[in-house]
């Protein structure tokens, strides 16, 4: 396992932008997919962005494509979101993900992955 800790998360008023950074606190021999997901208040966590462990493909959820966009630095060990025209409903707690067993090229479903981060609050103002 790794640790993931997440940073970046904040309070914008509504078409700001944030960009959440996760930082895995080991470097490992192999790569591995890693996902955003949030938990939005009163409801059940969900998929929000995947990366492929080799960075060739991702895929984001219908809700935030076209605004979020999910990237890698390899030499930091960081997975980024790139949070662009918030709106109120992207309020929630955004968790970091990684599939370090490899088992997925492109995991979807929170079980598909097995190292979480604590989560980092975003608060969008209307």
């Known amino acids: 396992q790794v640790q993931l800790v997440e940073s970046g998360g904040g309070l914008v008023p509504v078409g700001d932008s944030l960009r959440l950074s996760c930082t895995a606190s080991?470097?490992?021999?192999?790569?591995?997919?890693m996902g955003w997901f949030r938990q939005r208040p009163g409801k059940e966590r969900e998929f929000v962005a995947t990366?492929?462990?080799?960075?060739?493909?991702?895929v984001h959820a219908d809700s935030v494509k076209g605004r979020f966009a999910i990237s890698r630095d390899s030499a930091k060990n960081t997975v980024y979101l790139q949070m662009n025209s918030l709106k109120f409903d992207d309020t929630g707690v955004y968790y970091c993900a990684a599939d370090v067993s490899g088992t997925y090229y492109l995991p979807l479903k929170a079980t598909d992955f097995d190292s979480w981060g604590q989560g980092t609050q975003v608060t969008v103002s209307s």
């Open positions: 080991r470097r490992t021999g192999n790569r591995y997919s």
């Open positions: 990366i492929s462990w080799n960075d060739r493909e991702t």
